[in-house]
């Protein structure tokens, strides 16, 4: 059975010329990258000893024993930093990861956080239902509940509808032909 692997972040470059990276976290305490011992890429090919120096412009800086220039850092640009699931603490509660609305309609829980390259996305659905996409922005999300371990969301006008639903609102439907008429 493979084993289950979380990515706890991303080399996203190198800073400096010693070898040092920049890596995007996605733990909850950006310095957590390193807390839960030696890291591997996504497929469990190579470990990596990683030292975080510090927070850097929504990054961390970090060391990975072995790499001791800029280009040996380049090079690691863009490999997930994963470790496998069992060396993480046990999640909290069942409603841990919920998303809401905020006017309270359930969007089920975080599936994934995206990064496409305009910035953060989060992925909620789950248990039937379909998954939807909001940007992880302050206006999008305007409350991270860390203790309750829930996202309450307000998703920009439509996201959240279906085609059908905006027809019958009177509101034209981008049917793919570019002009925003709804029809051929």
């Not at 800073?15 to 890429?41: C, N, Q, S, W």
């Not at 996504?42 to 929504?58: A, W, Y």
């Not at 940007?135 to 305007?142: K, N, Y």
């Amino acid at each position: 059975m493979p084993v289950e692997r979380v990515c706890l972040g991303r080399i996203v470059g190198a800073h400096g010329v010693r070898g040092m990276v920049r890596i995007k976290p996605f733990t909850e305490v950006p310095e957590d990258v390193d807390a839960y011992g030696p890291l591997t890429d996504g497929k469990g090919e190579r470990t990596f000893d990683v030292t975080v120096s510090g927070p850097h412009k929504g990054t961390v800086l970090a060391w990975i024993d072995g790499v001791q220039d800029r280009d040996a850092a380049e090079r690691l640009r863009g490999t997930d930093l994963c470790v496998p699931r069992d060396r993480l603490p046990e999640a909290g509660a069942d409603d841990e990861g919920a998303v809401v609305t905020v006017d309270g309609t359930d969007l089920g829980r975080v599936l994934a956080v995206h990064d496409f390259g305009a910035g953060d996305v989060v992925e909620a659905g789950g248990a039937g239902r379909q998954p939807v996409l909001v940007p992880f922005t302050a206006e999008a999300v305007p409350e991270i509940d860390l203790d309750g371990g829930r996202l309450v969301v307000d998703p920009p006008p439509g996201l959240l509808e279906t085609p059908t639903q905006a027809e019958q609102e009177g509101r034209d439907v981008d049917d793919g032909d570019g002009n925003g008429d709804g029809g051929p």
